[in-house]
């Protein structure tokens, strides 16, 4: 049975249409990266899946059901960030055990430990979200998220504030867990070489209303592991190079129209 | 060292207390009407032994305190009901708006009447000072908590009601405990009406009575010990919020 399902999904805010009629099929464990303008629709699809937005129309599946309201099935890493002042940092990713009721108290003192190394939090357990700086809160929610153990993880610009080194770590991090657990991913990003590496499938949108411009199997082509060594090869830089042009020419639309 | 700013609050607050204290004993002002600073003092000081006036400020301070505590464990799980689920708030709201902008002083007589001049009508007129207000300062704070805070309680797995008490509580409490504050502020005008009209206990009643044989000194001497609790009070709520919401600083 199909897993994760987009059937002509629209959403429109007033006079605005921004997604248009949307299909996609995302199967089990597929990580699949959302490249478009800036404006296009991306966090409003994000958040319908997340079931914090009602579609227009269409509806979105999983396993044959009809999505509506927000579960722990289905995580999210918002693009603003979302730790809780009140919490220290291991408070907030507590947090997204909080109403867990499969892990013991141990369980989920070893997993926030677990994630706050993950995320190179470690030193950081007891300060304020407030005394730290964007990334490192953005690192927070993302150990909050990875934490709450959903089947789904929405992730809209996670890795945006952070340096390049941490970055490239959490990438490959992100990609360890999806293939060892199974996730399913949806990842928005702004970053063309971002999504060739981290990827199954990378989807290219065009401005608003969002469709789909492109699709590139990424795993078809570059194998399903990423190490640093493929992100030096040849084969990557044609894939990077072919989604900068998808880019480039929704860009150029934009002059167009403007 | 002190901060400028504290060198700057107590040379002025000082200068004016100078001046205040020339002008009563060059007798510029008649001591009848303005005593010296001075005179004050010395009065609270004798009071305190031949008034008891310890016994008066503790009796107003506890009308204060309790008639507050009730509003406020009244006006929190409302306040958050009505910021919480828009039907509640659209219910309660013209109730509460209307009642909020009754002078409290209007409804001495009524409250009289209901509850006659024991503590109950002190109690009831600062609770209708304060509850009203308080709990739409609530519920304007409990809706002013950022959707992100709620949305991600959602997708963790949060069921509603503790969004309330996980998410909503805690992201307006340090506003909470500021609104409570300033509305403990407002509470001490509505006692003093309350204990000017009925009573035989409390600070009100000690400068009414010190008003009624022209003792200016010891109207002056209650006024005064009133606004020492009020400040102590504001400075240790201040300290408190200092302590307890030190995350918010960045
Ligand atoms: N609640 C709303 N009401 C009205 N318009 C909205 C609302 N939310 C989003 N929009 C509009 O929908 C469009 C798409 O927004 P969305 O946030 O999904 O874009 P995005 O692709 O995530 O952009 P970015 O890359 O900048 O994050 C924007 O033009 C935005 O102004
Ligand atoms: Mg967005």
Redesign the interface.
């Known amino acids: 049975m199909s897993y994760l399902v987009f059937e002509q999904v629209t959403k429109v805010y007033g006079a605005v249409e921004v997604v248009a009629p949307f299909d996609l099929d995302v199967p089990e464990g597929e990580l699949v990266a959302f490249l478009g303008p800036s404006g296009c629709g991306k966090t409003t699809l994000m958040r319908m899946v997340g079931g914090l937005e009602p579609p227009s129309s269409g509806q979105i599946l999983l396993r044959g059901e009809r999505l509506k309201k927000p579960d722990r099935r289905r995580g999210m890493v918002f693009q603003s960030y979302s730790a809780f002042p009140w919490l220290t940092v291991a408070q907030n990713v507590a947090y997204g055990m909080r109403y867990r009721r499969d892990l013991s108290a141990a369980e989920k003192e070893e997993q926030v430990q677990h994630f706050l190394a993950l995320v190179g939090l470690t030193d950081f357990a007891s300060e304020w979200p407030n005394r730290i700086s964007g990334g490192m809160r953005q690192r927070v929610a993302i150990a909050r998220t990875l934490a709450a153990g959903s089947e789904i993880l929405l992730m809209d610009e996670p890795f945006g504030a952070l340096d390049a080194q941490r970055r490239e770590f959490l990438q490959l991090e992100l990609r360890r867990i999806q293939q060892e657990e199974g996730k399913t991913v949806i990842f928005v990003t702004h970053d063309v070489e971002e999504a060739a590496f981290l990827a199954d499938r990378v989807i290219v949108f065009t401005r608003r209303p969002a469709r789909i411009l492109a699709e590139v199997d990424v795993t078809a082509r570059l194998g399903a592991s990423r190490t640093l060594e493929l992100r030096e090869g040849t084969d990557f830089f044609g894939l990077r190079n072919e989604l900068l042009h998808y880019v480039r020419s929704t860009a150029s639309e934009e002059e167009g129209t403007a | 060292m002190p901060s400028r700013k504290a060198i700057i609050g107590t040379a002025s607050t000082l200068s004016v207390l100078l001046a205040w204290e020339w002008a009563s004993r060059s007798g510029l002002v008649s001591e009848r009407f303005l005593p010296a600073p001075s005179t004050v003092l010395a009065t609270l000081w004798s009071m305190i032994f031949g008034r008891d006036l310890l016994y008066h400020a503790g009796i107003s301070t506890l009308r204060v305190w309790g008639a507050f505590t009730l509003a406020a464990l009244m006006a929190v799980p409302i306040g958050i009901a009505m910021g919480s689920f828009r039907w509640v708030g659209a219910a309660l709201e013209p109730i509460v708006d209307f009642i909020r902008y009754l002078p409290v002083p209007a409804l001495v007589p009524l409250s009289i009447i209901w509850f006659g001049v024991g503590e109950g009508t002190k109690i009831f007129l600062l609770w209708l000072g304060t509850f009203f207000q308080l709990v739409l300062l609530v519920a304007d704070d409990v809706r002013r908590v ?1 959707v ?2 709620h ?2 309680a ?6 509603w009601w ?1 969004r309330l008490t ?2 909503s509580f ?2 307006m ?1 340090p506003t909470l405990v500021d609104n409570m504050r300033i509305t403990l502020g407002w509470c001490w005008t509505y006692l003093i009406i309350a204990e000017i009209v009925a009573a035989n206990s409390g600070l009100g009643f000690v400068i009414w009575q010190a008003r009624r044989f022209f003792q200016t000194p010891e109207v002056m001497a209650g006024v005064v010990t009133i606004g020492i609790i009020g400040l102590a009070t504001d400075q240790l709520v201040r300290a408190l919020h200092r302590r307890w ?6």
């Not at chain 2, 919401?245 to 960045?250: A, D, I, Q, S």
């Open positions: 950022p992100e805070f949305e991600t959602m997708t963790v797995g949060a069921p503790r996980d998410v805690p992201s409490l919401f030190g995350y918010l600083v960045r």
